[in-house]
């Protein structure tokens, strides 16, 4: 009990560090009464921070039953609880930076405790978890304090007996929450949900609510603009629908129809604001955040140009043809593709996946990917590409694969849409019909394929070459350390890893995390044998339970969930990674 947990603390004050780690294991503490699970123990002072759990019974938390009636409102109440945790912990750190005073939790003696700080998606994560229903559990770090190599026995006491305590009253007992912005933040979850799931059957694939704030305060920055300048999101009247909340509201906005849509515009207008509102519609947002009413298709991937990216045996023959130097285009493989053949490999792969919306933005397209204009076909008569102006027709109608296209120059585009929209000073306005007009004005035969052509499914062998670790991780990159690490440094040997720059919708490290973890899951599942990408990225559909066969070694709160597209765009990188 927690009596227990203080006598410890007492009696290895002043030892070698090493005697924290009489601590791991589980004290009760009553009033509330939750248990404290210590889990893992730091080495030393500067190694990574060890790592607790804190787990009270649903009973004591006083949470209302209808916040646990069903899984996504179990995971906005955890996103909710974890979001509290991490401002707590947060205003404590400062109180000590700015004031000096004892309020504070941190010292520099070590004592901060940590917990994986959601940004503006609200997102399953490891952080906070409900199990069944009978408990909430809370998952953070905490460094535990130290005078050189022995133990501060009396600061410990203090972080592990009384701060956690408060920690935990102020983040799991439902009394002492914000009770209004926890309603909002849980219902608004619940309408985003219940909106996207309506796109599917209104044959919609993104929906912009009007009043939405697509703008963001920067270039580096998540958080909506918040300027008097700010042009609130307003549908073209004929693009308009009404849709219902779960909570049985109205609320209006723009529907972008199945098919080909294009946005266009002049420059700096808001055409690519608004495709990255798209592409983060596959999330739901925190209810302050603008975008919490913009729902897109779950399985819309960002297709980009990704030139330097390795390829492995991917089928990227509807847009190529033929390779220099005889490599086989329906088994494609290189460790530095170029811009039209990695944008290839993106397309074929997010297919593979299942993705039924693309979202492209010429900005950050190769060009000759997407158009061959009438000219560069008089003059160029070998050439190998398809683009994809010529092959987005029959994707859709072939396999149902609607896309979104951001168009500044590229006018061929015109001939192939559905719908185009115009942002005019961020207001969007409907003009197919002009469209017409200018297409009879300025005629041009775009050729259209009757075949897209194959859409691929490999049986890979994950083969990773070396230790992965979730915790080496970075929001752009999974580092893998060699196996075997060469003597001679070998310059050809470059920083082993997977490359993530190239995925716009994550948005998380934890995200990162999760893909390093399940990469070695399927490595070791699978023990290098041939298997089928489908069936594998299966496997996650139920990725709401992140815990499912996590190796110990994960028991922290550091993993948030991802799509399997992110995870297929990840293996798809692995150097290393076979194609049977
Ligand atoms: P485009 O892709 O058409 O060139 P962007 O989407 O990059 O234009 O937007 C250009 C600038 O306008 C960006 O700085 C963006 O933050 C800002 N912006 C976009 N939408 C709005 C809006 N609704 N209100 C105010 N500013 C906006
Ligand atoms: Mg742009």
């Given at each position: 009990?927690?009596?227990?947990?203080?006598?410890?603390?007492?009696?290895?004050?002043?030892?070698?560090?090493?005697?924290?780690?009489?601590?791991?294991?589980?004290?009760?503490?009553?009033?509330?009464?939750?248990?404290?699970?210590?889990?893992?123990?730091?080495?030393?002072?500067?190694?990574?921070?060890?790592?607790?759990?804190?787990?009270?019974?649903?009973?004591?938390?006083?949470?209302?039953?209808?916040?646990?009636?069903?899984?996504?409102?179990?995971?906005?109440?955890?996103?909710?609880?974890?979001?509290?945790?991490?401002?707590?912990?947060?205003?404590?750190?400062?109180?000590?930076?700015?004031?000096?005073?004892?309020?504070?939790?941190?010292?520099?003696?070590?004592?901060?405790?940590?917990?994986?700080?959601?940004?503006?998606?609200?997102?399953?994560?490891?952080?906070?978890?409900?199990?069944?229903?009978?408990?909430?559990?809370?998952?953070?770090?905490?460094?535990?304090?130290?005078?050189?190599?022995?133990?501060?026995?009396?600061?410990?006491?203090?972080?592990?007996?009384?701060?956690?305590?408060?920690?935990?009253?102020?983040?799991?007992?439902?009394?002492?929450?914000?009770?209004?912005?926890?309603?909002?933040?849980?219902?608004?979850?619940?309408?985003?949900?219940?909106?996207?799931?309506?796109?599917?059957?209104?044959?919609?694939?993104?929906?912009?609510?009007?009043?939405?704030?697509?703008?963001?305060?920067?270039?580096?920055?998540?958080?909506?603009?918040?300027?008097?300048?700010?042009?609130?999101?307003?549908?073209?009247?004929?693009?308009?629908?009404?849709?219902?909340?779960?909570?049985?509201?109205?609320?209006?906005?723009?529907?972008?129809?199945?098919?080909?849509?294009?946005?266009?515009?002049?420059?700096?207008?808001?055409?690519s604001?608004?495709?990255?509102?798209?592409?983060?519609?596959?999330?739901?947002?925190?209810?302050?955040?603008?975008?919490?009413?913009?729902?897109?298709?779950?399985?819309?991937?960002k297709i980009r140009a990704e030139?330097?990216?390795?390829?492995?045996?991917?089928?990227?023959?509807?847009?190529?043809?033929?390779?220099?130097?005889?490599?086989?285009?329906?088994?494609?493989?290189?460790?530095?593709?170029?811009?039209?053949?990695?944008m290839?490999?993106?397309?074929?792969?997010?297919?593979?996946?299942?993705?039924?919306?693309?979202?492209i933005d010429e900005d950050s397209s190769a060009?000759?990917?997407?158009?061959?204009?009438?000219?560069?076909?008089?003059?160029?008569?070998?050439?190998?590409?398809?683009?994809?102006?010529?092959?987005?027709?029959?994707?859709?109608?072939?396999?149902?694969?609607?896309?979104?296209?951001v168009?500044?120059?590229?006018?061929?585009?015109?001939?192939?849409?559905?719908?185009?929209?115009?942002?005019?000073?961020?207001?969007?306005?409907?003009?197919?019909?002009?469209?017409?007009?200018?297409?009879?004005?300025?005629?041009?035969?775009?050729?259209?394929?009757?075949?897209?052509?194959?859409?691929?499914?490999?049986?890979?062998?994950?083969?990773?070459?070396?230790?992965?670790?979730?915790?080496?991780?970075?929001?752009?990159?999974?580092?893998?350390?060699?196996?075997?690490?060469?003597?001679?440094?070998?310059?050809?040997?470059?920083?082993?890893?997977?490359?993530?720059?190239g995925?716009d919708?994550?948005?998380?490290?934890?995200?990162?995390?999760?893909?390093?973890?399940?990469?070695?899951?399927?490595?070791?599942?699978?023990?290098?044998?041939?298997?089928?990408?489908?069936?594998?990225?299966?496997?996650?559909?139920?990725?709401?339970?992140?815990?499912?066969?996590?190796?110990?070694?994960?028991?922290?709160?550091?993993?948030?969930?991802?799509?399997?597209?992110?995870?297929?765009?990840?293996?798809?990188?692995?150097?290393?990674?076979?194609?049977?």
């Open positions: 009990d927690w009596d227990q947990l203080q006598r410890d603390l007492r009696s290895i004050d002043g030892q070698q560090y090493g005697a924290y780690k009489r601590l791991l294991g589980r004290y009760d503490h009553a009033g509330p009464s939750f248990a404290l699970s210590v889990d893992h123990v730091q080495g030393d002072a500067y190694a990574a921070p060890s790592r607790v759990r804190a787990v009270m019974p649903l009973a004591q938390t006083g949470f209302p039953s209808g916040y646990l009636q069903s899984e996504i409102r179990r995971v906005a109440l955890c996103d909710y609880v974890t979001r509290t945790a991490a401002s707590i912990i947060r205003d404590k750190h400062l109180d000590r930076n700015v004031g000096g005073g004892n309020g504070g939790w941190s010292s520099p003696k070590g004592g901060a405790f940590n917990i994986n700080a959601p940004g503006q998606e609200v997102l399953p994560r490891t952080s906070a978890i409900v199990s069944g229903d009978e408990t909430i559990e809370l998952r953070f770090t905490v460094a535990l304090p130290a005078a050189g190599r022995t133990v501060l026995g009396q600061q410990a006491n203090q972080i592990l007996a009384i701060n956690l305590v408060e920690l935990i009253k102020n983040t799991l007992l439902h009394g002492n929450l914000d009770e209004k912005k926890l309603a909002l933040h849980i219902s608004s979850v619940e309408n985003q949900h219940h909106l996207r799931q309506q796109l599917s059957a209104n044959n919609l694939i993104a929906f912009v609510a009007n009043g939405s704030i697509l703008p963001r305060a920067s270039g580096a920055s998540a958080t909506p603009m918040l300027d008097n300048s700010v042009v609130p999101f307003q549908s073209p009247p004929e693009l308009s629908v009404t849709l219902t909340q779960a909570d049985g509201v109205a609320v209006s906005g723009m529907g972008i129809p199945k098919g080909i849509t294009l946005l266009t515009g002049g420059g700096f207008h808001g055409k604001t608004l495709l990255e509102a798209l592409e983060l519609g596959v999330y739901d947002h925190i209810p302050t955040d603008g975008r919490e009413r913009i729902v897109t298709d779950p399985s819309a991937v030139d330097g990216r390795p390829v492995t045996g991917a089928d990227i023959s509807p847009f190529i043809s033929t390779l220099p130097g005889g490599k086989d285009p329906k088994r494609f493989s290189t460790d530095d593709a170029s811009g039209s053949t990695s290839a490999a993106n397309i074929q792969e997010a297919l593979e996946a299942g993705s039924t919306s693309l979202l060009t000759n990917l997407l158009v061959r204009d009438a000219r560069m076909q008089a003059l160029i008569q070998n050439e190998p590409i398809t683009p994809l102006v010529s092959k987005v027709r029959a994707l859709y109608a072939q396999h149902g694969v609607s896309t979104v296209m168009v500044g120059g590229l006018g061929d585009w015109l001939s192939v849409a559905d719908t185009v929209i115009a942002m005019d000073y961020y207001v969007p306005r409907l003009i197919t019909s002009q469209v017409e007009d200018v297409l009879r004005q300025f005629p041009s035969d775009v050729a259209q394929d009757a075949q897209y052509g194959s859409v691929p499914q490999r049986a890979v062998q994950v083969q990773v070459p070396g230790e992965i670790s979730p915790y080496t991780a970075s929001r752009s990159f999974i580092n893998i350390k060699p196996a075997v690490r060469n003597p001679v440094a070998d310059p050809a040997q470059a920083p082993q890893g997977i490359d993530l720059q995925l919708q994550l948005v998380e490290v934890g995200q990162a995390r999760m893909i390093a973890a399940t990469v070695q899951r399927f490595g070791r599942a699978t023990e290098g044998k041939p298997v089928d990408l489908k069936s594998l990225l299966a496997t996650l559909e139920e990725e709401v339970n992140l815990d499912q066969d996590m190796p110990a070694t994960l028991s922290g709160g550091e993993l948030v969930a991802v799509r399997k597209y992110e995870v297929a765009a990840a293996l798809s990188r692995l150097r290393g990674l076979r194609v049977a």
